[in-house]
């Protein structure tokens, strides 16, 4: 069997972040998600309600 050693294999730095909270344009943390949600909810409620516009008129 082939043995081998530690120096056989190249090092690769290992990125272990930043031990910080996460933040995007201002937002940390959960209310990144609330804020991902509340938009998301805000085009959803868009499109039924023009959805439903347009079914009412045909």
Same mark, same amino acid.
């Given at each position: 069997m082939?043995?081998?050693?530690?120096?056989? *294999?190249p090092?690769?730095?290992?990125f272990k972040?930043?031990?910080?909270?996460?933040?995007f344009m201002?937002?940390?943390?959960?209310?990144? *998600?609330?804020?991902?949600?509340?938009?998301?909810?805000?085009?959803?409620?868009?499109?039924i309600?023009?959805?439903k516009?347009?079914?009412?008129?045909?």
């Open positions: 082939n043995q081998f050693s530690n120096n056989d *294999y090092e690769y730095p290992v972040g930043l031990q910080r909270p996460l933040e201002g937002l940390r943390g959960r209310y990144i *998600y609330w804020a991902a949600s509340t938009a998301g909810a805000a085009i959803l409620s868009f499109i309600k023009k959805v516009k347009f079914n009412v008129l045909c």
